[in-house]
C-alpha cells in the first residue's frame, strides 16, 4: 500500500529565493490537501483540490503561494520570494470523495523548508 | 479564533493504564472529527473517526466520545502502550472539506 508521498523531504534556502514541492497521493484518491505546520502548534489549512480543480484556499495563502494539480494526480506547492516567516513544515493529505463526505485524509511526511 | 482547543499540552499515564484526551470545539457547523497520532519527523496518522451522528466510536483500543450538546470530544486508549507515546491531534471538518486542528497533546506512557 503506498501512502502519500511527498518530495523533498527538507529544503534549505536562501531568502528571496522560490521553492517548489511535490506531493503524489494515494493513488485511488481525488482529493489532495495543503497544510503548513509550525513548531508548537497543529497543521493549519492552505489549500484543496478534487481532482485537477482548486476548491478552496485559505486566506494563509498569500500571492506568493501557488499550487497546481495539473492532471489530478499529483500536486506541487510553490513559494516564491521566501521569507523567514515561510519556514515551516508543509504537509500534504488526500482523501476519496464519496458520497458520504466523511473520509479521513491520510498524511504524507512533510517537507520541511529552513529560510537562512 | 481558535475554533478546536486542547487544553492539555502533556499527559503521563502508567503502562497498561488508560489514557483519556481531550478536545473541545466551537463551531456547531463541524459534522466530522478525527484523531491523529504524530510521532517526531512523521506527517499524522490517522487514528480514529466520528460523525456527528454518533456519540461513540470504537476501534481496537482505541475509543472516541461525542458530546454535541458540550461541544467536546474525547479519546480514550486502554489498554495504553509505550508505543502509545507520541502527540495526539483532534481535528474538525464542515462538509469534509478542510480540516481544523488543536494544538495537539503530548502523550508519554511510562513502563
Known amino acids: 500500500d503506498t501512502g502519500v508521498s511527498q518530495n523533498p523531504r527538507h529544503k534549505i534556502t536562501k531568502r528571496g529565493q522560490n521553492v517548489t514541492f511535490r506531493c503524489d497521493p494515494i493513488?485511488?484518491?481525488?482529493?489532495l490537501y495543503w497544510y503548513r505546520q509550525t513548531l508548537g502548534q497543529g497543521p493549519e489549512f492552505l489549500t484543496y483540490f478534487q481532482n485537477e480543480a482548486q476548491l478552496e484556499k485559505s486566506r494563509l495563502l498569500s500571492d506568493r503561494f501557488s499550487a497546481e494539480r495539473p492532471k489530478g494526480s499529483f500536486s506541487t506547492l510553490e513559494i516564491q520570494r521566501t521569507e523567514q516567516g515561510d519556514s515551516a513544515m508543509y504537509l500534504c493529505?488526500?482523501?476519496?470523495?464519496?458520497?458520504?463526505?466523511?473520509?479521513?485524509?491520510?498524511f504524507g511526511d512533510g517537507t520541511r523548508l529552513s529560510i537562512l | 479564533d481558535q475554533q478546536v482547543k486542547q487544553n492539555s499540552p502533556s499527559l503521563s499515564v502508567q503502562e497498561g493504564r488508560i489514557s483519556i484526551l481531550n478536545c473541545d470545539y466551537t463551531n456547531s457547523m463541524f459534522d466530522y472529527f478525527l484523531w491523529y497520532k504524530k510521532y517526531p519527523a512523521e506527517g499524522p496518522t490517522f487514528l480514529i473517526s466520528?460523525?456527528?451522528?454518533?456519540d461513540k466510536n470504537e476501534d481496537g483500543r482505541f475509543t472516541v466520545f461525542l458530546n454535541k450538546s458540550a461541544k467536546h470530544l474525547s479519546l480514550h486508549i486502554v489498554p495504553s502502550q509505550p508505543g502509545d507515546s507520541a502527540v495526539y491531534f483532534c481535528a474538525a471538518s464542515d462538509r469534509g472539506s478542510r480540516l481544523t486542528f488543536g494544538e495537539g497533546t503530548q502523550l508519554t506512557v511510562n513502563p
Open positions: 493513488s485511488e484518491h481525488n482529493r
Open positions: 466520528i460523525s456527528s451522528i454518533k
Open positions: 493529505a488526500s482523501s476519496r470523495a464519496t458520497g458520504d463526505s466523511n473520509q479521513p485524509q491520510h
